[in-house]
C-alpha cells in the first residue's frame, strides 16, 4: 500500500511541474520560433515628456527581453517635441512586440501597424541636415504598395532642387498609412519636395532624432 501511495504521490508532483513550469501563455511561448513581420509601433506621450536618452534607456531594456518573444526592435525615432516615439519592430505578432515593451518597462504602445518595407532605401548622408518623418493618413484601401513606389520615384527626382534625401519609407495598404524617413533642411523643403513631386502632403511631419 505504500508503495501505490509513493507512485501517487511522485505522479501529483510531475503533474504539478507540467503545469506551473512557465508563467507565459502559450501564444508567447510559441512567439520565439513563429515567422515575424514588419511593424511600426507608435507611443505617444505628450508634449515635453520624452527625451532621446531616456528612450535610449527603455530601448537597451527591451533588447534584454525581446528573444524571449521572439521580436526585433530595429530602429526607433523620438520627436521630443510632442513626445512621439516610433519603434520599427520585427515581430510574429502585435502580441509579442507589446509583451516585450510591457515586460522590459511598462511603456506599451498606443498603436502598432503593421508596414511594408519600400523599394529604393538610401544611405544616410549625415551631413548636418535634419531628420524628418513624415505620415501620410490616405485611408484604408486608398493605396496600394504600387502606387507608394511610383510616389517615392517621383520624389527622388525632385528631392535634389530642395535640398532633400529620402531614405526608406514603409506602408500599410489596409489602413493606408505610409511612413517616410528624410534628411532635409527644413520641414517646408520636405513638403516642397512632396508638392512638386506628386501633390501629396503629409498630415504629419516631424522632426525627430535617431536613436542609437
Known sequence: ?????????????????TSCGTS????FQDSASAPTKLYM??????????????????HQKD?????????RYEKYWVDETSGTIYCLVHAPNPAAASAVHREAHGLVADEI???HSGILPAEAKHDG???FLCTHLAGPGAITGADVAQAHKKDLAAQGKHGVNFLRYWYDEASGR???LAEAPSREAVIATHKEAHGLVPQVLQEVKRGK
Open 1 to 17: 500500500m505504500f508503495q501505490h501511495y509513493k507512485w501517487y504521490a511522485v505522479l501529483v508532483l510531475a503533474l504539478s511541474w
Open 24 to 27: 507565459e501563455p502559450a501564444s
Open 41 to 58: 509601433d507608435v507611443h505617444k506621450l505628450g508634449p515635453g515628456k520624452v527625451k532621446l536618452e531616456d528612450v535610449e534607456k527603455a
Open 63 to 71: 533588447l534584454r527581453v525581446q528573444g524571449k518573444y521572439g521580436v
Open 113 to 115: 501597424v503593421e508596414m
Open 129 to 131: 541636415r535634419k531628420l
Open 178 to 180: 505610409i511612413h517616410c
